[in-house]
């Protein structure tokens, strides 16, 4: 009987928790379309973190499109993005720092020959990047490829991506050697 009710109660509060949840996001969720939309994104963003600036229209926009959804964040994607939200803000600074580093004409935004650089310096030695290493990190931050990339949210999709493609270069480096030997 005392597992029984423990269960029970442990139900309840699920029930209770999700109930509120939905009641939260539908406060934001101004035109009923189940998903927070840029504006409403913002509002809800602004209100969780009231201290930080107001969220740019492209980090909504980022913050949006990493959700999974291209049209807006569903409330099961809610707490993710807003965990992504904290990580940029925690993390601003040294975005900009690494933006800096790959942006050496100083344009404010990172030129393909810039990117193709920073895959040079990132892969094995002598490693030349191919034009589909190029398509694996415009398509990660989601740019049309040759289009610059700017400082701000696309950071948040740069710097994992080129981490990721390093990692899969040196790996495959790796294989390419040990198939050598054997």
């Known amino acids: 009987a005392y597992n029984a009710r423990m ?6 509060h ?14 934001y969720d ?12 913002r509002k809800f963003l602004q209100d969780v973190r009231p ?16 959700s999974g959804n291209e049209n807006g964040v569903a409330m099961h994607a809610l707490a993710d993005t807003s965990l992504r939200y904290f990580s940029y803000l925690s993390e601003k600074q040294s975005l900009d720092r690494f933006f800096s580093a790959l942006d050496l004409d100083g344009s ?19 490693y030349q990047p191919t034009e589909g290493d190029l398509d694996f990190v415009y398509a ?10 700017p400082q701000g ?17 040196r790996n495959a480096a790796a294989d390419a050697a040990a198939q050598r030997i054997v």
């Open 7 to 12: 269960r029970r109660e442990a139900y309840d």
């Open 14 to 27: 699920e029930q209770e928790m999700k109930r509120r949840e939905r009641q939260h996001f539908a406060r």
């Open 30 to 41: 101004v035109n009923g379309s189940n998903l927070l939309e840029r504006d409403e994104l």
């Open 51 to 66: 201290n930080e600036p107001t969220p740019s229209d492209e980090l909504c926009d980022t913050l949006i499109t990493m």
């Open 108 to 126: 404010g935004s990172i030129e393909e020959s810039e990117l193709r650089r920073a895959l040079r310096e990132l892969g094995p030695e002598g």
């Open 140 to 149: 990660a931050c989601r740019i049309e490829r040759g289009e610059p990339v």
């Open 153 to 169: 949210a696309p950071m948040l999709l740069l710097k994992p991506a080129l981490v990721e493609w390093a990692k899969l270069t």
